[in-house]
């Protein structure tokens, strides 16, 4: 061949995939990369050292040089090598690289005792103590994401609440008690109203217990729990990288433990309490003003009234007794329990991702705006079930945030 052929053969799509190919071999080839090609334009043939393919390594092996065998093929005139190899042995006397799931370590995916979308029935350890629907006492956790705050500090104390997230929070108390209220008097109890211990958490919570507050209704507020604060639970699919193992440990398992802290089913001893409490009630109004009955009683009785009748509607029908004979109608159980938990939109995330036993990786695909709501049902058998999520109706367009983005067109 003459310099001109050579140029024409190397420039051309069949050399540059020959040559190409031959580079790729690896690094204890690379002096045949570099030479084969002119050798093979000049016809040359040149026996180099190619690892072909070797059986797939069983479920569980690793790969090692007795799975790549080497043999020494000639390579022909003109064309790309025949095999490579499928797998790389690890250094001698190096450590095996841990296995990996995604891009991150294995080890740090979440696993479930049962596959998803299978249910693990015992999935918060009280299968043992669960008692029926009828019976028990079912659990609302409304998870509230703060409101918008001032994110140009990096000292907490002063990432406070704007003036617009300010006013979400207010909006976001009156919608709360509205939802309490309408349950109508006696049908539920507010367990508490929880927070995390960052500042736009703790300033959402205050202004949501005041608005709760002016409606007439008794909140306990609780004490601010670190557990609660914003963080990085898990690693996340689908991303460019993964996170760092020591910051996915340390947030992942405080959040896990908040998890466990609050979403549970109630028990025996739940209902029982709320049998107690009843009966406690029911004492002092038979007792209060020595047998006359209020404005507030009579009210509440006929509420009563009207409740059992349409009670009767629905388990009869039509043709239910007229409302003089309710006295033999059974209402349908009140043992609902309502527990508000002011914290953050990842933590909020990560909460709806483990409460339905979906895997957790996912839950950076879910978004949660300023002041939404959240809104779980954990039944006393271990049924749960999402109400809403991200639910901002009680809020305007021009208040609705995500962080430092307005509106919904971003």
């Known amino acids: 061949f003459s310099g001109t052929h050579l140029f024409a053969f190397l420039t051309s799509s069949r050399g540059r995939r020959a040559s190409t190919a031959v580079y790729m071999q690896g690094m204890h080839s690379r002096m045949y990369s570099r030479v084969l090609p002119l050798a093979a334009a000049v016809g040359i043939m040149v026996p180099p050292l190619l690892r ?37 042995s690890p250094p001698a006397g190096g450590a095996a690289e841990e296995a990996k799931y995604y891009n991150f370590p294995a080890s740090q995916k979440f696993t479930y005792p049962v596959e998803p979308p299978l249910w693990d029935r015992n999935w918060d350890g009280l299968k043992d103590r669960s008692v029926s629907r009828k019976k028990g006492v079912t659990r609302h956790v409304i998870l509230v994401r703060h409101g918008q705050y001032d994110e140009t500090h990096k000292d907490d104390a002063r990432r406070i609440l704007t003036e617009l997230g300010r006013r979400q929070a207010k909006k976001t108390g009156e919608r709360l008690a509205e939802l309490i209220k309408a349950a109508g008097p006696g049908s ?95 004492g002092a109004k038979a007792t209060e003003n020595n ?11 006929s509420r009563g009234r009207i409740s059992r009748y349409v009670a009767a509607l629905w388990q009869h029908g039509p043709n239910a007794d007229n409302p003089s004979a309710d006295a033999t109608v059974t209402p349908p159980p009140s043992n609902h329990e309502f527990e508000i938990i002011v914290c953050h939109g990842n933590v909020i995330r990560y909460f709806f991702m483990r409460a339905l036993q979906l895997p957790p990786e996912a839950w950076l695909r879910l978004c949660t705006f300023n002041c939404s709501l959240a809104y779980f049902t954990l039944r006393s058998e271990g049924g749960v079930s999402c109400r809403s999520l991200g639910d901002m109706g009680h809020l305007t367009p021009e208040e609705i945030t995500f962080s430092g983005h307005h509106g919904l067109n971003w």
């Not at 007795?66 to 190899?85: G, I, M, Q, T, Y």
């Not at 557990?227 to 910051?247: H, T």
């Not at 996915?248 to 739940?270: L, P, Q, V």
Request: aromatic residues 4%; proline residues 8%.
């Open 52 to 88: 072909v393919k070797s059986p797939a390594p069983s479920s569980g092996s690793s790969c090692d040089d007795s799975r790549v065998r080497k043999s020494l093929l000639p390579l022909p005139p003109f064309l790309p090598p025949r095999a490579v190899a499928l797998c790389e």
């Open 291 to 301: 047998g006359v009955k209020t404005a507030q009683q009579v009210e509440e009785e």
């Open 188 to 282: 539920l109890k507010v367990r508490a109203l929880r927070s995390s211990d960052m500042a736009r958490a703790k300033e959402t919570c205050d202004i949501i217990h005041s608005e709760i507050t002016k409606a007439g209704l008794e909140v306990s507020r609780s004490e601010p729990d670190k557990d609660l604060n914003e963080g990085r639970p898990c690693q996340v699919i689908p991303s460019s990288r993964p996170w760092k193992e020591e910051v996915i440990r340390k947030d992942g398992e405080r959040i896990e433990r908040a998890f466990k802290r609050y979403f549970f089913r109630s028990t025996e001893e739940a209902a029982e309490e709320v049998r107690a409490e009843k009966d406690e009630e029911k």
